[in-house]
């Protein structure tokens, strides 16, 4: 390959990858031609894409960047998996797509400066909770107890609103009302 062509295609992965935050490499060879397929088609349903690496020149365009990490796993046969609303999104569907298919190899991924390696590290980062996911658990957090407090400041409120219905309610009727000793 010539090197204004090697430089074309750094420049192109700098261009399509240098603002992503967290991405996975996978390897996809072996994988026949329909599962092939039907795993792309799914993906990119699901805003997912996947693009082969040239390993040197995505190791070079990685470089001083979020995906700097993932030079270690770009080793062999290397396909680089990103988009959806996070990364791990990817690396859940990834996961799933990995019990179907027996040849679909995750290498690594990379999320917020944090490496994982292999597909232990993919898998664990595909148990983590999406940005979404997180930030309504912190809500139902400070919730919580708040409610806790409402709930506990109108309960007696509301039996003694309860008690002055009831003694209404029989003073309209004409009932008196006896003292409670």
Avoid: C, H
């Avoid at 990858?17 to 699901?46: P, T």
């Avoid at 979020?66 to 990817?90: H, N, R, T």
């Amino acid at each position: 390959m010539s090197k204004p062509v090697k430089e074309l295609i750094t420049t192109d992965y700098k261009r399509r990858f240098g603002e992503l935050e967290g991405a996975v490499v996978i390897d996809i060879r072996g994988i026949d031609a329909n599962k092939n397929n039907a795993f792309r088609l799914d993906l990119q349903e699901k805003d997912i894409r996947i693009t082969v690496l040239k390993n040197t020149l995505a190791r070079e365009a990685f470089s001083s960047t979020s995906l700097d990490l993932l030079k270690q796993a770009i080793v062999g046969p290397s396909a680089l998996a990103y988009g959806a609303e996070s990364v791990v999104d990817v690396a859940r569907e990834l996961v799933s797509w990995a019990r179907k298919i027996s040849d679909l190899e995750l290498k690594g991924a990379v999320l917020d400066g944090e490496y994982f390696d292999g597909d232990a590290g993919v898998r664990k980062l595909s148990n983590f909770p999406t940005r979404e996911e997180a930030q309504a658990k912190v809500v139902q957090l400070i919730l919580s107890p708040a409610g806790n407090v409402v709930s506990a400041a109108t309960s007696p409120g509301s039996k003694l609103l309860g008690i002055v219905k009831e003694i209404r309610e029989r003073l309209e009727k004409g009932e008196t009302i006896a003292k409670a000793g």
